[in-house]
Each structure stands twice: as C-alpha cells, then as structure tokens.
C-alpha cells in the first residue's frame, strides 16, 4: 500500500486501518491479501505495479535502489 500524497497520508490510513508500523518498508507497507477488501472498503484504489511506481515517482517518494536497501538493512521504519 502506498500514497500519492504523503507519507502522513500513508501512516494515517495504516493505523486506522490497524495495520502495525513494522509492515513500512520505506516508501510502502507491505499489506496480506487478506486484508485487501477492507482496505479498498476503506478508500484505498486498486491499480497495477506500474501505476503505483508511476504514482510513488510522481509525489516524490519513491525510495532509490540505494536507499531501499538502507531501509531494508535497518527495518523500514524510518
């Protein structure tokens, strides 16, 4: 899951959502697809690989390679 707006935004919708603050991965959270239906109940829109990268680009928070792994390396709470 991410946004297109702003990594508040993302946090913001996580939480309410009950989503744990250890599933951020630096610029998405990692959701179980069994949580899919209520998230998109809850306003979160569906779309395909290339548009969420698109999107993440577009509002600037698309991590770089270098700091994904940084993240990775350091549990993607930051």
Known sequence: MVSDASLDELHDFAQGMGIPRRAFQGDH????????PAM?????LEVDSRELVRRLRAAGLRLSPA????????????
Request: glycine share 20%; charged share 30%; no cysteine.
């Open 29 to 36: 959270y990692d959701i179980p697809e069994e949580h899919r």
């Open 40 to 44: 998109v109940a809850a306003g979160a």
């Open 67 to 78: 700091r994904r792994r940084a993240v990775g390396r350091h549990g993607g709470t930051g």
